[in-house]
């Protein structure tokens, strides 16, 4: 079906040129409708005008067979949906017929969280002196290492801010204001926010810019990263990659069991801040999420709570 990878290439610019979406969004963008675009012409169709509400269907049903999450397939019937609306501004088609597809039940399952005792414990498996001077600990006789000052900054920043990770990994020097305790953030689309930034994670930033940055920078060999607020050890910027082995490494030591991954930090502020007292619409911003709807997801009680909720409100409880 040519005309229907033409009109995926076109689709795709649209939304990285025209909308700003990130590489990253651009490109799970492909690689759904490439997937979607193979489905079809394996079942015979030639042109996306022959593309009735029935295949959309159908195709979605197939991803059962799979073994895809109902997250991931109602993120590849967004893809679906937006491609289709495209399809149909450029007149390329004659119906939206994806618009009449729903996504399938138990797409909106709660995100993984975790509690603040453990992120806490998570914290401090990451093995840094007390001392404000970046010099010996008493206690331990070690020198803080300057990958471990980073991971407790950088994990700190993600929790305190409720940053994406790549929001962490492409923050700079300027973006930080340790003083005024705030940090602007450059969301998807390239939309900027402005979030405070905790104690503790000031604190922990003070000493690795202080002390383990500046190691980590002279270790490069060509030119070294010199904007970005995070470097791996050969002193450039540090990948999303190294973020997953970081958090997952500092899971291990403090034995948490639930499955761990960047974006858990960001939940957990989420959660925690709802938990809190905080109204929806002031974590949207914080979050940076485009819609309100999107934010409701943290709104959920645990099973904690609401047995605590149940038994201090229920005349009959005990």
């Known amino acids: 079906m040519d005309g229907g990878e033409r009109l995926v290439r076109q689709f795709l610019a649209h939304i990285d040129v025209e909308r700003g979406l990130s590489k990253a969004t651009v490109g799970a963008y492909g690689s759904d409708l490439h997937k979607y675009m193979t489905w079809l012409g394996e079942h015979g169709i030639r042109d996306l005008d022959d593309v009735t509400t029935r295949y959309v269907e159908d195709y979605v049903a197939s991803l059962d ?8 397939k109602a993120r590849r019937l967004a893809s679906i949906h937006a491609f289709h609306r495209f399809a149909l501004s450029e007149h390329a088609v004659h119906d ?8 399938p039940k138990g797409a909106s399952t709660l995100p993984d969280v975790l509690s603040v005792d453990e ?9 840094v002196s007390q001392g404000h001077d970046g010099g010996q600990d008493a206690s331990s006789g070690a020198a803080d290492d300057p990958v471990m000052l980073r991971d407790r ?19 700079n020097l300027d973006d930080i204001d340790l003083d005024g305790k705030v940090a602007r953030l450059m969301g998807k689309g390239s939309k900027q926010r402005l979030v405070p930034v905790g104690g503790f994670a000031c604190e922990a930033l003070r000493r690795y810019l202080g002390f383990g940055r500046p190691v980590l920078q002279a270790r490069a060999k060509g030119p070294a990263e010199r904007r970005a607020i995070f470097l791996n ?11 997953w082995e970081i958090i997952r490494d500092a899971g291990e030591r403090a034995h ?18 709802i938990q809190g007292g905080a109204d929806v619409r002031t974590v949207q911003e914080l979050l940076g999420h485009a819609s309100v709807t999107t934010t409701q997801i943290y709104t959920h009680v645990s099973p904690e709570n609401l047995i605590e909720a149940y038994l201090t409100a229920h005349p009959r409880a005990r």
């Open 233 to 243: 050890k050969r002193g450039k910027r540090l990948s999303r990659q190294s973020v």
């Open 119 to 127: 992120v806490m414990r998570l914290m401090d498996s990451i093995p």
């Open 256 to 273: 948490i069991t639930k499955p761990l991954h960047p974006h858990i930090l960001r939940h957990s502020f989420a959660t925690h801040l």
């Open 65 to 72: 067979d799979s073994g895809e999450s109902a997250r991931s």
């Open 96 to 103: 939206d017929v994806a618009a009449r597809v729903k996504a």
């Open 153 to 171: 900054a950088l994990l700190e920043f993600m929790y305190a801010t409720g940053s994406r990770v790549s929001e962490a990994c492409g923050a």
